[in-house]
């Protein structure tokens, strides 16, 4: 049998181009709602010009054809927990969960400190939604409206916000990135999130520390009213305690317990509903279809929050697009966007034009630090080119995995990175999805905020310190290298 030719460098860039020009006129045409069909049709377009190439070369279709399933096989324990992420999101959601932790979050709002707890507050929400996102278009806006009545600095408000929210997000397992690192590099997802810690606690600390300081030259008045508002509308519509917070601590010490998680976040999920028909009743009588009885009617509502997610009616329609949301068919675009991204992956990987790339980068990245660097380097790039956090994640994921582990290095120092480089400086980017979306709900322009949003800058240099002073790589075990 012939063997297929070396790429060159001409086949490595073609779909880099092809993927890049079409992820741009995506951005440009679609905006913020790029990531929900235009960039997954771009990475289609962009895998079939890689495998023209891969025939130019003389790889059969069959063995291309075999690649890309093999590729997506690799997301698929990942598309599983993403699924049932969107599940316990509605459960929680309708069990009041989700709405207690963000009522308590708001409790902590202090306009001395207001920077400081507006970063604090998004984390906390973010956290426990798993959505950048959807915490920065109505908490991030709720908070820069107070921010503007106490005559603070929007901007600031905005770094704060981002900060928080991708701090939330990065540590969140309900979030879509965070499950999507390690499927990619090959860890657990409870192993990953520790592995995280070191470099995610720390520059989130600093960024509070440095959001206290700018906080104390800040002149604050007493009015927080939009706060309150949205602290009535929560206690309005839910029944808002402390034992609302069970779910949370089952899911957590689940996760402590190391537990995989599919089934913990499954229990999770069928926590939360237990814990809705428990604490909610008001609230469940109010969506209640009781045409086939009450009985029926509660059990159809909960089946339904697991497929197809909550919907609340507050009269506050930014309030509603916060407590409303989750289902698995709300992870569909997501599981679409990751499956072509792993095709592209995949193929650019078969017919070694991946191997291009990583022989130019591995050139100059002899030491483990400048493995780290190179890589946080690359997922920055693919976030400027690319203009997509997934495909940040995916495609520096795929050409790193196999280096790291012959540098006998365990596969959760890459999936911490990619996180530390490509999560993390999506939003920081104006064309990126991340940055298009953050400007059209913040109404800031990245380049603005971005120097404000120290979480966002301060963790990826920190990893880099890490990788070179050797702080929390580590080590495959002898057995584990074989």
Known sequence: MKQPKVASSWDAFIPIIVLVSLLGAAVYLYGDNSSSGPNQIALLFATFTAALIGLKNGFTWKTLEEAMIKGITISLGAILILLMVGALIGTWLLSG????????????????????????????VAMSIGSSWTTAATIGV?????????????????????????????????????????????????????HMLWTTVPSFVIALIIFIVMGFNADAASDAGKIDAISSILQDNFNINILM????????????????????????????????????SDLIASQLDASQGQLVGQFKLIWATFFDGFSVQTGD?????????????????????????????????????????VRSILKIAKSTGSLIASTIATCFGTNLV??????????????????????????????????????????????NTCGAYMQSVLLINPLDYAVYAFFNLINPLLAIVYGYLG????????????
């Open 245 to 280: 917070l069970v779910p949370l601590v089952i899911l957590l010490g689940l996760a402590i317990k190391k537990m995989p998680a599919f089934p913990a976040i499954s229990i999770g999920a069928v926590v939360g509903a237990v814990w809705a028909l428990l604490f909610q």
């Open 97 to 124: 969960t989700v709405p207690t932790l963000i009522y308590y979050g708001l409790q902590i709002i202090n306009p001395s400190w207001f920077y400081a707890a507006s970063c604090l507050i998004c984390g906390i």
């Open 386 to 431: 690319a203009a997509d956090q997934y495909i940040a994640i995916v495609v520096p994921g795929r050409m790193f995995k196999e280096e790291y582990k012959k540098r006998g290095l365990q596969s959760v120092n890459l999936s911490r990175t990619l996180e530390d480089g490509g999560t993390i400086t999506s939003p920081l980017i104006p064309w």
């Open 317 to 357: 329609a930014k309030m509603d697009d916060l407590l409303s949301g989750g289902g698995m068919s709300s992870m569909l675009t997501t599981t679409w966007l990751i499956m072509t991204a792993l095709m592209f992956g995949a193929i650019m990987e078969k017919t070694g034009l991946l191997e291009v790339f």
């Open 471 to 482: 702080v929390k790589v580590l080590r495959l075990k002898p057995t584990e290298q074989e």
């Open 142 to 194: 709720a908070l820069l409206g107070v921010a503007n009545g106490l005559g603070l600095d929007p901007v600031v408000t905005a770094g704060a916000v981002i900060s928080g929210a991708y701090f939330g997000d990065k540590l969140s397992p309900l979030s879509e990135t965070t499950n999507l690192a390690p499927a990619v590099a090959g860890s657990d997802l409870f192993d990953h999130i520790q």
